[in-house]
């Protein structure tokens, strides 16, 4: 099985059991789409990562910007 499937298979049954299948997200990044746990204390993480993809769409906004 595909590792990266296994995690969210795996993520996915853990949330379910645990009941804390809302704090489930996917990352917004269209390259990305990890499947995460959101383990921050307000429960409003946006990112897999906010140092890489986080940033990573700040940059590219920012790029978006500049060109039009
Ligand atoms: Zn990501």
Known sequence: MDTALAHI???????T???TWHRLR???APD???VFY???RPG??????PQL???RAKTQAYRRRQST
């Open 9 to 15: 298979v795996m993520s996915a049954l853990t949330a």
């Open 17 to 19: 059991v645990n009941g």
């Open 26 to 28: 996917m990352c917004p």
């Open 32 to 34: 990305c789409q990890w």
């Open 38 to 40: 959101d383990n921050s």
């Open 44 to 49: 409003r993480a946006k990112w897999c990562s």
């Open 53 to 55: 993809c986080g940033n």
